[in-house]
Nanobody
Framework: QVQLVESGGGLVQAGGSLRLSCAASGNIISINNLGWFRQAPGKQRELVANSPSGGNTNYVDSVKGRFTISRDNAKNTVYLQMNNLKPEDTAVYYC???????????????????WGQGTQVIVSS
C-alpha cells in the first residue's frame, strides 16, 4: 500500500517561509511525476508546481521565484520550499505523485496516482 503524507504547514506572517514535505511510504520503486496543488477557500484546486521525472520543473506564474520543488530520492520525499509568502498563498496544499511500486507477489510492479491528505498554510498580513 502506497501512501503520501504531507507535513510542514502552519501559520506564518507575510514575507516568511515554510517548507512542505511529502513523504511516500510503501514498497516504492520511484516517484515519477510530482505536483504540488493548492486549494483556497471557495476556489478550485490549482496546480502550483510540477516536477516531471527527468524533466524541467514548472511553476505557476504567481509563485515563480518564490517556491522551489526539490526531491530526496533516498527518502522518497519531495519538498516545496516557499519563501516570501503572501496572504494570497493561504490555502490547503496537496502533493500528487505518480508512483511506481513493488507488488506483493515477487516480480510484480505497479504504477498509480496518489494524493496526500493536505496541509494547511495560512499567511497573515
Amino acid at each position: 500500500q502506497v501512501q503520501l503524507v504531507e507535513s510542514g504547514g502552519g501559520l506564518v506572517q507575510a514575507g516568511g517561509s515554510l517548507r512542505l514535505s511529502c513523504a511516500a511510504s510503501g514498497n516504492i520503486i520511484s516517484i515519477n511525476n510530482l505536483g504540488w496543488f493548492r486549494q483556497a477557500p471557495g476556489k478550485q484546486r490549482e496546480l502550483v508546481a510540477n516536477s516531471p521525472s527527468g524533466g524541467n520543473t514548472n511553476y505557476v506564474d504567481s509563485v515563480k521565484g518564490r517556491f522551489t520543488i526539490s526531491r530526496d530520492n533516498a527518502k522518497n520525499t519531495v519538498y516545496l520550499q516557499m519563501n516570501n509568502l503572501k496572504p494570497e498563498d493561504t490555502a490547503v496544499y496537496y502533493c500528487n505523485a505518480d508512483i511506481s511500486y513493488r507488488g506483493i507477489l515477487k516480480g510484480t510492479s505497479y504504477r498509480g496516482d496518489y494524493w496526500g491528505q493536505g496541509t494547511q498554510v495560512i499567511v497573515s498580513s
